[in-house]
């Protein structure tokens, strides 16, 4: 008998980690079922992702867009749990920390169907921030927990979880390695850029780029101007109107480049030619560190503590000085990061954990 997954994603880190994924179930003898729900639904943060990393297009579209969290979220579960109705799957596959991460998993366990968490047991102890709420929900409803490094492991146990528990080391890994060598380096050229002479940006967190937040999204810019070295900066669709109002209080943005959202070759491409990453994306500080770059993180307080206490990044907080002084401190990540991560086996642990669920 043929077991059917059903895979949901909205936001371009999920788009990353499918094809691998879905690879080793199909491998294993599952159906695969892609369900998006459109929390990323414009092309340059979905449909390109689809393309550049060959994925068929979703079995199902929600097409739920832009709302605010409460209506967004609700939206989802509202649309995922017709999906589940309908297609009647053994196990709902989720990703991360997103909104619909949480839709997804809400509606499968209340339908009691196995949910399985890819990037589990990740904690930031901040229950202000979004994502930590979302993916602590979703691993307390989840069968099985997966878990990329050992702290993560070390986090479900603490919580009572330890039984749904796989340490499979980082999907993202997996994608890195695998389409690295397909990074489009030209990006650089067609930019302008010295290879080597220049920094990426991202910013996107409400904690950085809410309208409330304009003096925290100030004193990042301030710093960040202060570098003598152009920074490439993809303005995230939530970013773009309160970088536009702080660039016009302020007139001269210096060194910034600001430029559209790329597709993820693109910013792979972007990675490789660089010297320094500044984000508080969750994924790109790793993709970074992997690529052996200087990593800064911008966030409130200390996440991925396992690449700040090993060096592999440094973080800049609440002022432009803490920014200032983890920019000085950010030294190039060193080889045996990648091993710490896993070394890209962890969509094949992910699928062989997944067919043990079943035969147990």
Request: with cysteine; proline share 6%.
């Amino acid at each position: 008998m043929t077991r059917t997954i059903v895979r949901v994603v909205g936001a371009r880190p999920q788009f990353m980690q499918t094809p691998l994924v879905r690879s080793a179930l199909i491998a294993a003898g599952f159906r695969h079922v892609l369900v998006h729900t459109g929390q990323h639904y414009d092309d340059i943060m979905s449909d390109a992702f689809f393309r550049d990393l060959g994925l068929p297009a979703p079995d199902l579209n929600l097409g739920v867009g832009s709302h605010s969290q409460g209506a967004a979220t609700g939206r989802m579960m509202e649309g995922i749990e017709e999906a589940l109705v309908s297609l009647k799957p053994d196990g709902l596959l989720v990703d991360g920390d997103t909104n619909s991460t949480l839709a997804a998993a809400l509606a499968g366990v209340k339908l009691h169907i196995p949910v399985f968490h890819i990037e589990a047991g990740l904690r930031d102890f901040d229950r202000r921030r979004p994502e930590e709420i979302n993916r602590v929900v979703t691993d307390h409803v989840s069968n099985l927990n997966f878990a990329p490094i050992p702290r993560a492991s070390e986090n479900l146990r603490r919580e009572g979880r330890g039984d749904t528990v796989r340490e499979t080391g980082d999907v993202l890994l997996d994608c890195f390695l695998r389409y690295r060598e397909r990074a489009r380096r030209d990006v650089v050229n067609r930019l302008g850029l010295p290879t080597g002479g220049y920094s990426v940006m991202t910013l996107h967190r409400p904690e950085n780029t809410d309208p409330a937040e304009m003096a925290r999204f100030g004193e990042i810019m301030t710093a960040v101007c202060e570098l003598d070295q152009p920074v490439v900066f993809p303005v995230h669709p939530r970013t773009l109107p309160v970088f536009e109002a702080w660039r016009r209080g302020r007139g001269d943005i210096g060194p910034v480049l600001a430029i559209d959202p790329v597709s993820y070759l693109d910013m792979l491409g972007l990675i490789d030619g660089c010297s320094m990453v500044l984000t508080d994306s969750g994924g790109l500080p790793r993709e970074a560190a992997w690529s052996g770059k200087r990593v800064v993180m911008l966030f409130r307080m200390d996440t991925w503590h396992d690449l700040l206490e090993r060096g592999w990044a440094q973080i800049g907080k609440t002022d432009a000085q803490s920014v200032r002084e983890a920019i000085a401190r950010a030294q190039p990540a060193p080889a045996e990061a990648q091993a710490f991560f896993g070394g890209g086996q962890a969509a094949a642990k992910i699928a062989a954990a997944i067919v043990g669920y079943f035969e147990t």
